[in-house]
């Protein structure tokens, strides 16, 4: 297995920064998790709020307990309630249900880590994380074809818009 190195983590997140300036987004924070759970990288940006932290690890953790982003955890936890209690039992790290987290993929479709994004709704959250993976020169899930995703047993929901 492939570690993500600090430059690219550093890169994702500042990618994901350079999205959310374009897309006038609120502050956000964001942390790059290994493909262990442990922190490579966290940067917030001036303005974000309180316990944004906790909130991102959350997400980007949660997306690598499962092997699907944050979003995908979120819709298990309302489908299998008791499946995500047992779940959040037993992690060894913070798994928080809401979206903004995403899996970071190297081109053969194994992942290298997660990032989480938060600071502003769930959709910009994601875009501006999907982005930065893309823009680092990595890959997220929705960068595989249909054939390449059952294969790597990805699960995607519908696609994401900004709704603002």
């Known amino acids: ?6 430059d690219q983590s550093l890169a994702i997140i500042l990618k994901t920064f350079e999205r959310a300036e374009e897309m006038q987004a609120h502050a956000l924070a964001a942390i790059v998790l290994d493909a262990g759970g442990r922190v490579k990288a966290f940067l917030k940006q ?4 309180l316990m ?8 980007a953790f ?11 955890v979120l ?22 249900l809401e979206a903004g987290g995403q899996l970071i993929r190297d081109e053969h ?3 290298i880590g997660a990032i989480g994004v938060t600071g502003d709704v769930n959709e910009v959250d994601d875009l501006c994380a999907i982005e930065g993976i893309r823009r680092a020169g990595l890959m997220c899930d929705d960068d595989f ?7 790597l047993n990805i699960k995607n929901g519908p696609p994401i818009r900004d709704p603002r």
Not at 62 to 72: G, I
Not at 75 to 96: C, H, N, V, W, Y
């Open 46 to 49: 001036d303005g974000a709020s």
């Open 75 to 96: 819709q298990k936890s309302r489908e299998k309630p008791p499946f995500m209690d047992t779940l959040r039992e037993l992690a060894d790290g913070p798994i928080f």
């Open 52 to 59: 944004r932290f906790e909130i991102a690890r959350g997400k």
């Open 1 to 6: 297995m492939r570690g993500i190195s600090m």
């Open 145 to 151: 074809d249909a054939a390449r995703q059952k294969q």
């Open 62 to 72: 949660a997306a690598l307990a499962l092997h699907r982003s944050s979003r995908m």
């Open 109 to 111: 479709g194994e992942i």
